[in-house]
């Protein structure tokens, strides 16, 4: 369209011959064409209409891939596998045969020029699909070996005739595809596996209106089509054959200079459609007329229904706009795609008009329910919206096509503009892209349209234009053309023409470039442009084009790159030809050799919008120096291969710098790389899977192990293995991974070849080799893997997915990727059970074989590895570990849906399961080693770990559990033998007790001990797992306490002393006793009086202790008790200074018996605490305060005398109060005035003093015989004033003395009270207990 690129200097046509081998000396098959005799060169069935084409002509579309020889590169790039040329365009697929050979009926009868097929594709559904004659071609773009499944439909020869009864063959122009995807749900699936198995198919007539409809054109016993003929009433409302009609505002349409007038004002020009949901193949269909009606379409398997959708789609508004513009309504679109639409609310579409964009709700019902929702002006002189200010000059501005993204916010319009030159006079066409914004989506309002807000749409940037002069056009060509969005680069745009050219417009270094599809022959008309599905959902594809005459093709996202050219000014069309083509190749190849920095993430064009621009990926950076080196060391390998000698290696590479980049990048890991990646240039998609199950593909895989271990055996010799090594460990690591990939591969296939063999075996009918060998999980899985990678590497397009897979070695992690993404495909509920099994078990199988095989190349090559520290091996990877717990989870699931085993059926996947779970959790293991090693994060991936190491064991267990007692019950026949069922458990638990032991599974080590009742097992167990925590012992104590088997528990501390004693720190009611075993009597003494203090609100007698969560004593006895058996302790084990704890021990005697009578002095109603619980001193003595009785006061005395001098001073305050309400406890001036007014004698006063409280604890507290624990009172509190110490630091300047002095009755019977205190200090008319009793006896 937009660059014919047809002329190209004689040098690069003879480049192309000698390149593509059309030279008369090569051999057929390395030719895209067969030479023709000179004779025969001009004849008119090889003119074309494109000047300048090889003489040779066009190679003939039905032999065999013709495109092969084209895209072959040279056999030194063929041969690394990884240089493909991706500046040309990519072979993905030829005609189905059987459209073949009408193609090549026509080719012989066509005349130059004409259009022999009316073809699309279908994004969607990625079908092509392709009208000739009567018939409608539809099959599958994805893959070249769907090609051939092709449907053909046969349009009813009654719709093929036009109204004026005159046929004709190529009528097919005028037809309208739309595809109609039931399977809309799976639709992410099939994108990847290449299929479409549920569709219907829509055909319209542009001319004619007559549509056909194929309910669903997958099925075997196919429906006939539904025909839908309009009415007589229906064809007089549009008008039909109206030649020079009227337009609606009664003035006659006109046309501008070089346009022709035809009859096109009520042809349908697009047409879309979508499936009722909950219905039974039944659609509906919207269809655009170029005077502006809209037609509404109900489709079911009986029969078709039209009406007239009742609006108008241009408005009052359109009256005054210019006359001379043809009302032309443009095109239809989805806004999202039916499938994502609410049922509630409708599907919307847009409907580009000549002048504005339209916003349209459709009800997904077979009622007509249509309503405009708002509308936006393009072509006005609104700054912010329209673009008349953006075009300079313009003289008409046509609106030809427009785009939607997928996630329906940004929207692409193809604008031309008519302008003339003010200085010279002529007149140009310029060709622009308008990208904006759309605001609507979520906030519909289909009662209301009107509220919706007037500005929807949003200019992204400002009008970019592609082609700033070109020639003027007819409007029949400007109609033609269309637009396609969303393919690579990111931002590109397709813009496709009536006379079949395709040209990319691509943003680029702040300037747009152009790249047009073309192949060096004459490969016909470009039919249409889609984009193939990325592998990654949030990534663009690579534009695919469907050609007239030699199939499909893909162009590469480097092609466009490098081989894009700035727009000069030139012809749109295929006529006239211009002088850029030379230019172009020049611009090519200098683009090529030079570095191309990657292409800003967002550039000032396209600035707005919410989504990031990705750089591009097709071009690698690479140093001129990296190149070198590359180059050199491929040079010294392949020196080496054919004489052995590594002399001067290492010197020559280390001064090429060799051995700076570390990783991928490191030179000698591409070159393992491009070993172990090589393609097989002997391969073709042709041959299909026969190919791929012959030894060719096993013969391969050994040539690429033979010279991958040349290559390791290089790297030795020239000492470079040795500096890998020591500076490149991470390169070093890929390399050998590169092996052991290459060794996994090798094994896989012969999995396959036996699984292969099996089905053959196995089939119950007679079925084509090829058709056995597609059987299976595994050949599903190996299709996704080579599917996905055929879509990320553009270049492998035209080869089978089973040849990438076997021939991408290094990306093996994709097989993993793929079976996590699609095990609901590879194991689908839908399948009978039984098959799910046989799914699974290939499946797993695989990944096993996979992994053992990698694992058991490291073990024989483990001298080759570097130290591995840090490094995380290719099978440890997330996406591997989830590749593995995906089809781990599944077989779970599998096994636990039925109650009933069926050993012979399930014994090989419960075996899986079990090889499965050690793989995957020695896979965390590494993982989480490294990560601690390097430093970084890893509670995470621990949690995760642990998490799925317990739920896999877990089912481990209770599937080995079912097997035993199902085997016990087939081998015993009902017959009751416990040691046969023992011996069963015991032989089937083994592999997962190793498990369990390897990943320190304790909760099935204990199981499985405990079900066997086995405890010599168990203490062989614990001794041999010592992990962290305490290992398996830790476990089997805190089972034991959790089962009350303290006995059992205790034994086990004759064996495991240390780990007991460990263990039980924690539970200090079993420690003493264990301490006691080991005669460690002091510490079983102080385990007895933390046990005896322990309470569980963390108040306690012992002050500065940590206790740790234990029995709590049930009541004061159970204390007092301990304490004892702490004594006792203390007294066995002599330990030096054991008086002094003894000592202490009985003070805390002394406060629980104290505590008793306190307690005791109080009733219920008082609210009295418990009396099994500890109370605070402090608090104990404040009750005793508050109490104010005469026994109270005393014990207050008691509790600080048993509660040592530390307690004492730190409870100053305490103290002098407990003084203070000692002295309130008697009544001193009654006293003072009584023995003033009767004369008491002295023996008189002393023996009324005797009975007050402050002589008692004078006596108590400062007496000879008083007892205090650590030290007296008068440490802490004189007794008198005079005996205070005021030299000492320590010393508070108080006394009991001074207290008393402050007392109220003190100014009338201090002496009184003094004499008190004094005289109980003293002890003075205290008479023995045993004297007393003898006085009164006597």
């Given at each position: 369209?937009?660059?014919?690129?047809?002329?190209?200097?004689?040098?690069?046509?003879?480049?192309?011959?000698n390149?593509?081998?059309?030279?008369?000396?090569?051999?057929?098959?390395?030719?895209?064409?067969?030479?023709?005799?000179?004779?025969?060169?001009?004849?008119?069935?090889?003119?074309?209409?494109?000047?300048?084409?090889?003489?040779?002509?066009?190679?003939?579309?039905?032999v065999?891939?013709?495109?092969?020889?084209?895209?072959?590169?040279?056999?030194?790039?063929?041969?690394?596998?990884?240089?493909?040329?991706?500046?040309?365009?990519?072979?993905?697929?030829?005609?189905?045969?059987?459209?073949?050979?009408?193609?090549?009926?026509l080719?012989?009868?066509?005349?130059?020029?004409?259009?022999?097929?009316?073809?699309?594709?279908d994004?969607?559904?990625?079908?092509?699909?392709?009208?000739?004659?009567?018939?409608?071609?539809?099959?599958?773009y994805?893959?070249?070996?769907?090609?051939?499944?092709?449907?053909?439909?046969e349009?009813?020869?009654?719709?093929?005739?036009?109204?004026?009864?005159?046929?004709?063959?190529?009528?097919?122009?005028?037809?309208?595809?739309?595809?109609?995807?039931?399977?809309?749900?799976?639709?992410?699936?099939?994108?990847?596996?290449?299929?479409?198995?549920?569709?219907?198919?829509?055909?319209?007539?542009?001319?004619?209106?007559?549509?056909?409809?194929?309910?669903?054109?997958?099925?075997?016993?196919?429906?006939?089509?539904?025909?839908?003929?309009?009415?007589?009433?229906?064809?007089?409302?549009?008008?039909?054959?109206?030649?020079?009609?009227?337009?609606?505002?009664?003035?006659?349409?006109?046309?501008?200079?070089?346009?022709?007038?035809?009859?096109?004002?009520?042809?349908?020009n697009?047409?879309?459609?979508?499936?009722?949901?909950?219905?039974?193949?039944?659609?509906?269909?919207?269809?655009?007329?170029?005077?502006?009606?809209?037609?509404?379409?109900?489709?079911?398997?009986?029969?078709?229904?039209?009406?007239?959708?009742?609006?108008?789609?241009?408005?009052?508004?359109?009256?005054?706009?210019?006359?001379?513009?043809?009302?032309?309504?443009?095109?239809?679109?989805?806004?999202?795609q039916?499938?994502?639409?609410?049922?509630?609310?409708?599907?919307?579409?847009?409907?580009?008009?000549?002048?504005?964009?339209q916003?349209?709700?459709?009800?997904?019902?077979?009622?007509?329910?249509?309503?405009?929702?708002?509308a936006?002006?393009?072509?006005?002189?609104?700054?912010?919206?329209?673009?008349?200010?953006?075009?300079?000059?313009?003289?008409?501005?046509?609106?030809?096509?427009?785009?939607?993204?997928?996630?329906?916010?940004?929207?692409?319009?193809?604008?031309?503009?008519?302008?003339?030159?003010?200085?010279?006079?002529?007149?140009?066409?310029?060709?622009?892209?308008?990208?904006?914004?759309?605001?609507?989506?979520?906030?519909?309002?289909?009662?209301?349209?009107?509220?919706?807000?007037?500005?929807?749409?949003?200019?992204?940037?400002?009008?970019?234009?592609?082609?700033?002069?070109?020639?003027?056009?007819?409007?029949?060509?400007?109609?033609?053309?269309?637009?396609?969005?969303?393919?690579?680069?990111?931002?590109?745009?397709?813009?496709?023409?009536?006379?079949?050219?395709?040209?990319v417009?691509?943003?680029?270094?702040?300037?747009?470039?152009?790249?047009?599809?073309?192949?060096?022959?004459?490969?016909?008309?470009?039919?249409?442009?889609?984009?193939?599905?990325?592998?990654?959902?949030?990534?663009?594809?690579?534009?695919?084009?469907?050609?007239?005459?030699?199939?499909?093709?893909?162009?590469?996202?480097?092609?466009?790159?490098?081989?894009?050219?700035?727009?000069?000014?030139r012809?749109?069309?295929?006529?006239?030809?211009?002088?850029?083509?030379?230019?172009?190749?020049?611009?090519?190849?200098?683009?090529?050799?030079?570095?191309?920095?990657?292409?800003?993430?967002?550039?000032?064009?396209?600035?707005?919008?919410?989504?990031?621009?990705?750089?591009?990926?097709?071009?690698?950076?690479?140093?001129?120096?990296?190149?070198?080196?590359?180059?050199?060391?491929?040079?010294?390998?392949?020196?080496?291969?054919?004489?052995?000698?590594?002399?001067?290696?290492?010197?020559?590479?280390?001064?090429?710098?060799?051995?700076?980049?570390?990783?991928?990048?490191?030179?000698?890991?591409?070159?393992?790389?491009?070993?172990?990646?090589?393609?097989?240039k002997?391969?073709?998609?042709?041959?299909?899977?026969?190919?791929?199950?012959?030894?060719?593909?096993?013969?391969?895989?050994?040539?690429?192990?033979?010279?991958?271990?040349?290559?390791?055996?290089?790297?030795?010799?020239?000492?470079?293995?040795?500096?890998?090594?020591?500076?490149?460990?991470?390169?070093?690591?890929?390399i050998?991974?590169?092996?052991?990939?290459?060794?996994?591969?090798?094994?896989?296939?012969?999995?396959?070849?036996?699984?292969?063999?099996?089905?053959?075996?196995?089939?119950?009918?007679?079925?084509?080799?090829?058709?056995?060998?597609?059987?299976?999980?595994?050949?599903?899985?190996?299709?996704?893997?080579?599917?996905?990678?055929?879509?990320?590497?553009?270049?492998?397009?035209?080869?089978?997915?089973?040849?990438v897979?076997?021939?991408?070695?290094?990306?093996?992690?994709?097989?993993?990727?793929?079976?996590?993404?699609?095990?609901?495909?590879?194991?689908?509920?839908?399948?009978?059970?039984?098959?799910?099994?046989?799914?699974?078990?290939?499946?797993?199988?695989?990944?096993?074989?996979?992994?053992?095989?990698?694992?058991?190349?490291?073990?024989?090559?483990?001298?080759?590895?570097?130290?591995?520290?840090?490094?995380?091996?290719?099978?440890?990877?997330?996406?591997?570990?989830?590749?593995?717990?995906?089809?781990?989870?599944?077989?779970?699931?599998?096994?636990?849906?039925?109650?009933?085993?069926?050993?012979?059926?399930?014994?090989?996947?419960?075996?899986?399961?079990?090889?499965?779970?050690?793989?995957?959790?020695?896979?965390?293991?590494?993982?989480?080693?490294?990560?601690?090693?390097?430093?970084?994060?890893?509670?995470?991936?621990?949690?995760?770990?642990?998490?799925?190491?317990?739920?896999?064991?877990?089912?481990?267990?209770?599937?080995?559990?079912?097997?035993?007692?199902?085997?016990?019950?087939?081998?015993?026949?009902?017959?009751?033998?416990?040691?046969?069922?023992?011996?069963?458990?015991?032989e089937?638990?083994?592999?997962?007790?190793?498990?369990?032991?390897?990943?320190?599974?304790?909760?099935?080590?204990?199981?499985?001990?405990?079900?066997?009742?086995?405890?010599?097992?168990?203490r062989?167990?614990?001794?041999?797992?010592?992990?962290?925590?305490?290992?398996?012992?830790?476990?089997?104590?805190?089972?034991?306490?959790?089962?009350?088997?303290?006995?059992?528990l205790?034994r086990?501390?004759?064996?495991?002393?240390?780990?007991?004693?460990?263990?039980?720190?924690?539970?200090?009611?079993?420690?003493?006793?264990?301490?006691?075993?080991?005669?460690q009597?002091s510490?079983?003494?102080?385990?007895?009086?933390?046990?005896?203090?322990?309470?569980?609100?963390?108040?306690?007698?012992?002050?500065?202790?940590?206790?740790?969560?234990?029995k709590?004593?049930?009541?004061?006895?159970?204390?007092?008790?301990?304490?004892?058996?702490?004594?006792?302790?203390?007294?066995?084990?002599?330990?030096?200074?054991?008086?002094l704890?003894?000592?202490?021990?009985?003070?805390?005697?002394?406060?629980?018996m104290?505590?008793?009578?306190?307690?005791?002095?109080?009733?219920?109603?008082?609210?009295?605490?418990?009396?099994n619980?500890?109370?605070?001193?402090?608090?104990?003595?404040?009750?005793?305060?508050?109490?104010?009785?005469?026994?109270?006061?005393?014990?207050?005395?008691?509790?600080?005398?048993?509660?040592?001098?530390?307690?004492?001073n730190?409870?100053?305050?305490?103290?002098?109060?407990?003084?203070?309400?000692?002295?309130?406890?008697?009544?001193?001036?009654?006293?003072?005035?009584?023995?003033?007014?009767?004369?008491?004698?002295?023996?008189?006063?002393?023996?009324?003093?005797?009975?007050?409280?402050?002589?008692?604890?004078?006596?108590?507290?400062?007496?000879?015989?008083?007892?205090?624990?650590?030290?007296?009172?008068?440490?802490?509190?004189?007794?008198?004033?005079?005996?205070?110490?005021?030299?000492?630091?320590?010393?508070?300047?108080?006394s009991?003395?001074?207290?008393?002095?402050?007392?109220?009755?003190?100014?009338?019977?201090?002496?009184?009270?003094?004499?008190?205190?004094?005289?109980?200090?003293?002890s003075?008319?205290?008479?023995?207990?045993?004297?007393?009793?003898?006085?009164?006896?006597?």
């Open positions: 369209m937009f660059s014919p690129a047809t002329r190209k200097s004689s040098l690069l046509r003879q480049k192309d011959r390149q593509w081998g059309h030279g008369a000396s090569a051999p057929l098959v390395s030719s895209p064409s067969t030479p023709l005799p000179s004779e025969q060169a001009g004849g008119p069935f090889l003119n074309t209409s494109i000047p300048n084409r090889p003489i040779t002509g066009t190679p003939a579309p039905w065999t891939r013709p495109s092969v020889a084209v895209r072959m590169p040279t056999t030194k790039n063929f041969e690394k596998g990884t240089e493909l040329d991706q500046t040309k365009p990519v072979y993905v697929g030829d005609f189905p045969r059987h459209l073949r050979d009408v193609q090549e009926e080719l012989h009868v066509a005349a130059s020029g004409d259009k022999l097929f009316t073809g699309g594709m994004k969607g559904a990625g079908l092509c699909w392709i009208i000739s004659r009567n018939k409608l071609y539809i099959w599958s994805l893959s070249a070996s769907l090609s051939n499944k092709c449907v053909i439909l349009i009813p020869s009654s719709v093929v005739e036009i109204r004026d009864g005159d046929k004709k063959a190529m009528h097919s122009n005028y037809w309208m595809v739309c595809i109609v995807r039931w399977d809309a749900v799976s639709a992410k699936i099939d994108k990847v596996l290449g299929q479409c198995d549920s569709a219907g198919v829509i055909i319209c007539n542009m001319k004619t209106q007559v549509v056909v409809y194929w309910p669903d054109i997958f099925l075997e016993s196919r429906n006939m089509p539904v025909i839908g003929l309009p009415t007589h009433l229906e064809v007089s409302e549009t008008n039909f054959h109206g030649e020079g009609r009227k337009g609606a505002n009664g003035h006659q349409e006109i046309c501008l200079v070089g346009s022709v007038h035809l009859s096109e004002h009520d042809y349908i697009s047409i879309i459609a979508a499936p009722i949901p909950y219905s039974s193949k039944e659609c509906i269909a919207i269809a655009c007329q170029s005077n502006g009606k809209l037609w509404h379409f109900h489709f079911t398997q009986s029969g078709i229904f039209r009406k007239k959708v009742p609006h108008d789609i241009f408005g009052a508004s359109y009256v005054s706009y210019s006359q001379t513009n043809k009302r032309y309504a443009r095109s239809l679109i989805w806004h999202l039916p499938h994502a639409c609410s049922e509630k609310l409708g599907c919307q579409f847009f409907l580009l008009t000549d002048r504005e964009v916003y349209w709700n459709v009800m997904l019902t077979p009622e007509v329910n249509v309503v405009k929702l708002w936006n002006e393009i072509v006005g002189n609104d700054g912010d919206l329209g673009i008349k200010k953006d075009l300079a000059g313009q003289k008409h501005i046509w609106l030809l096509d427009m785009q939607v993204d997928e996630r329906g916010k940004e929207i692409s319009i193809l604008v031309a503009t008519f302008c003339k030159d003010r200085l010279g006079g002529s007149s140009y066409t310029q060709y622009s892209l308008l990208t904006m914004i759309c605001k609507a989506g979520k906030n519909i309002n289909i009662e209301n349209p009107g509220a919706m807000s007037a500005r929807v749409l949003e200019k992204k940037a400002p009008l970019q234009v592609i082609i700033p002069k070109a020639r003027v056009e007819d409007e029949e060509f400007l109609f033609s053309m269309r637009l396609r969005i969303g393919g690579k680069p990111s931002g590109s745009a397709m813009i496709l023409s009536g006379d079949g050219t395709a040209t417009t691509n943003y680029l270094r702040g300037c747009v470039r152009l790249y047009q599809f073309d192949l060096p022959y004459d490969a016909g008309k470009i039919l249409d442009a889609s984009v193939f599905p990325s592998a990654d959902d949030d990534e663009e594809g690579a534009w695919v084009v469907l050609t007239e005459k030699v199939g499909v093709w893909a162009i590469p996202e480097k092609a466009v790159l490098l081989g894009g050219v700035e727009p000069p000014e012809s749109l069309s295929r006529k006239g030809s211009c002088n850029e083509g030379i230019t172009q190749e020049e611009n090519r190849i200098q683009a090529f050799g030079g570095n191309m920095a990657p292409r800003r993430a967002n550039s000032e064009a396209w600035n707005g919008g919410d989504r990031p621009r990705s750089a591009i990926t097709g071009v690698v950076q690479r140093t001129a120096q990296d190149e070198e080196a590359e180059v050199l060391l491929g040079r010294l390998f392949c020196d080496f291969m054919i004489s052995g000698e590594v002399e001067g290696a290492f010197e020559k590479l280390n001064l090429k710098g060799a051995f700076e980049k570390e990783g991928e990048t490191n030179v000698f890991t591409r070159m393992s790389k491009s070993i172990v990646d090589t393609l097989a002997h391969w073709t998609t042709t041959r299909g899977a026969e190919l791929v199950a012959s030894a060719i593909v096993s013969s391969l895989l050994l040539d690429k192990q033979q010279k991958h271990q040349k290559y390791l055996h290089f790297l030795a010799l020239s000492r470079c293995h040795d500096e890998l090594s020591f500076k490149q460990r991470h390169a070093l690591l890929s050998m991974e590169h092996g052991e990939k290459l060794s996994s591969i090798i094994q896989l296939r012969e999995l396959q070849n036996v699984n292969s063999q099996n089905h053959l075996n196995n089939a119950d009918t007679p079925s084509s080799f090829s058709e056995i060998w597609r059987g299976g999980s595994l050949w599903d899985l190996i299709q996704l893997v080579g599917d996905k990678t055929r879509r990320n590497t553009v270049m492998l397009m035209d080869r089978d997915n089973a040849e897979f076997y021939s991408k070695v290094s990306d093996i992690e994709e097989f993993f990727c793929c079976l996590s993404h699609h095990i609901t495909y590879i194991i689908s509920e839908d399948q009978p059970y039984n098959i799910q099994m046989q799914r699974a078990y290939e499946v797993s199988n695989a990944c096993t074989i996979l992994i053992q095989s990698a694992m058991q190349y490291r073990i024989e090559n483990y001298t080759w590895y570097p130290s591995p520290e840090g490094l995380i091996p290719w099978n440890c990877q997330p996406v591997v570990r989830s590749g593995l717990w995906c089809i781990a989870s599944s077989i779970m699931k599998l096994l636990k849906q039925s109650s009933v085993i069926d050993i012979s059926r399930k014994s090989d996947l419960w075996s899986q399961l079990e090889k499965l779970t050690d793989i995957l959790l020695e896979a965390y293991t590494v993982s989480i080693t490294s990560r601690v090693e390097r430093g970084e994060e890893h509670r995470g991936l621990m949690q995760e770990y642990l998490r799925r190491r317990d739920e896999l064991l877990d089912s481990l267990l209770e599937l080995t559990k079912r097997f035993a007692d199902a085997n016990y019950q087939d081998k015993c026949k009902g017959v009751e033998d416990l040691e046969v069922k023992e011996n069963i458990f015991r089937v638990s083994l592999p997962l007790l190793a498990i369990a032991k390897r990943h320190e599974g304790y909760p099935t080590l204990w199981h499985i001990c405990y079900h066997l009742n086995d405890s010599r097992l168990l062989n167990l614990m001794h041999d797992s010592r992990g962290l925590k305490g290992g398996f012992s830790n476990f089997v104590f805190e089972q034991l306490i959790k089962n009350h088997q303290v006995a059992k205790l086990l501390g004759e064996e495991f002393r240390d780990e007991l004693a460990s263990f039980l720190k924690d539970h200090s009611d079993l420690l003493w006793l264990h301490e006691i075993y080991l005669s009597f510490s079983a003494s102080e385990t007895l009086h933390t046990l005896a203090l322990y309470q569980d609100d963390s108040s306690s007698l012992i002050e500065g202790r940590d206790f740790v969560q234990i709590m004593p049930s009541s004061m006895a159970d204390r007092r008790r301990l304490l004892n058996l702490s004594k006792i302790a203390v007294a066995a084990g002599k330990k030096e200074g054991f008086e704890k003894m000592l202490h021990i009985e003070a805390f005697l002394h406060i629980l104290f505590q008793e009578e306190v307690l005791a002095c109080f009733s219920d109603n008082e609210g009295r605490p418990d009396m619980k500890l109370i605070p001193p402090v608090d104990l003595i404040e009750m005793c305060l508050r109490g104010r009785t005469q026994k109270l006061a005393l014990l207050a005395f008691e509790i600080f005398a048993w509660m040592g001098s530390s307690f004492r730190s409870n100053r305050s305490l103290l002098d109060e407990s003084w203070r309400n000692a002295a309130d406890q008697d009544d001193w001036v009654a006293l003072a005035n009584q023995s003033t007014t009767e004369g008491w004698s002295d023996e008189l006063v002393l023996k009324n003093i005797r009975e007050t409280i402050l002589f008692k604890a004078s006596c108590r507290c400062y007496g000879p015989e008083a007892q205090a624990y650590e030290g007296g009172f008068d440490e802490i509190l004189p007794l008198r004033k005079d005996e205070i110490d005021f030299t000492s630091p320590k010393e508070s300047g108080s009991v003395e001074t207290i008393l002095m402050q007392h109220k009755s003190f100014p009338d019977a201090g002496k009184l009270m003094l004499t008190a205190i004094v005289l109980g200090r003293e003075i008319g205290i008479i023995p207990e045993a004297d007393e009793e003898l006085a009164m006896e006597s």
